[in-house]
């Protein structure tokens, strides 16, 4: 089973789907949106840096859905990896064994219809503006190499723009959606809830 937790940048996704996966261990495995961002290696430097990373069209679809059609499957994948600082995809490729449940996490999972029918569960984080910005902010500035007036140009310029239009209306396809901070009580409630759907389909195979 499949299953999206999706929100804005700084929302909490990656947090969510990383205490799910320790929460179902060993039956689940992970994987992000964020590893399928297209290869930006053709063009300069500073034109890579301008391009506006915060609208759907700066994810390889073709690609991802390759890789999530083979997961629903049960086949073991082989996963982009993204360098955020350059804006390009690196050489080396991970390798995702199946596990009955694959949390991916992602921006934009649930806007196109292709990609949100393979999900059997779906996880919408409504996080408020303030919260995002400051976590994202954080984020930035240890590990991607950002100065912070940097960071706040492309939240005021793109960033937020793009959830109002792009991330925001999908919370109308989420099973739960989670507002507020995250509480351990809403990890176990979640993994509860996935071990029981995901014992379902295994069922409905075994008796197929």
Same mark, same amino acid.
């Given at each position: 089973?499949?299953?999206?937790?999706?929100?804005?940048?700084?929302?909490?996704?990656?947090?969510?789907?990383?205490?799910?996966?320790?929460?179902?261990?060993?039956?689940?495995? &992970? @994987?992000?949106?964020?590893? /399928?961002?297209?290869? %930006?290696?053709? +063009?300069?430097?500073?034109? $890579?840096? #301008?391009?506006?990373?915060?609208?759907?069209?700066?994810?390889?679809?073709?690609?991802?859905?390759?890789?999530?059609?083979?997961?629903?499957?049960?086949?073991?994948?082989?996963?982009?990896?993204?360098?955020?600082?350059?804006?390009?995809?690196?050489?080396?490729?991970?390798?995702?064994?199946?596990?009955?449940?694959?949390?991916?996490?992602?921006?934009?999972?649930?806007? &196109? @219809?292709?990609?949100?029918? /393979?999900?059997?569960? %779906?996880?919408? +984080?409504?996080?408020?503006? $303030?919260? #995002?910005?400051?976590?994202?902010?954080?984020?930035?500035?240890?590990?991607?190499?950002?100065?912070?007036?940097?960071?706040?140009?492309?939240?005021?310029?793109?960033?937020?723009?793009?959830?109002?239009?792009?991330?925001?209306?999908?919370?109308?396809?989420?099973?739960?959606?989670?507002?507020?901070?995250?509480?351990?009580?809403?990890?176990?409630?979640?993994?509860?809830?996935?071990?029981?759907?995901?014992?379902?389909?295994?069922?409905?195979?075994?008796?197929?």
């Amino acid at each position: 089973m499949l299953v999206a937790v999706v929100g804005g940048s700084g929302s909490g996704k990656s947090w969510l789907a990383d205490k799910l996966a320790a929460a179902l261990a060993p039956d689940a495995a &992970r @994987l992000s949106l964020d590893d /399928f961002y297209r290869d %930006r290696s053709h +063009l300069p430097l500073a034109r $890579r840096a #301008r391009l506006n990373f915060d609208h759907p069209r700066s994810i390889d679809w073709p690609a991802l859905e390759a890789v999530l059609r083979k997961c629903s499957q049960g086949g073991a994948v082989r996963l982009p990896c993204y360098d955020f600082k350059t804006h390009c995809r690196g050489s080396e490729r991970r390798i995702l064994k199946p596990k009955p449940i694959i949390l991916v996490d992602g921006l934009w999972l649930l806007t &196109r @219809l292709g990609v949100r029918s /393979f999900f059997g569960f %779906r996880i919408f +984080l409504d996080c408020s503006a $303030r919260t #995002r910005f400051h976590r994202r902010l954080t984020r930035d500035l240890r590990e991607r190499g950002r100065t912070e007036a940097s960071v706040k140009e492309q939240f005021r310029q793109t960033v937020e723009p793009m959830h109002r239009r792009y991330v925001v209306p999908q919370a109308k396809y989420a099973d739960v959606v989670l507002r507020g901070e995250r509480q351990p009580s809403d990890v176990r409630r979640l993994a509860a809830i996935l071990r029981t759907r995901a014992d379902g389909i295994s069922g409905q195979g075994q008796d197929a």
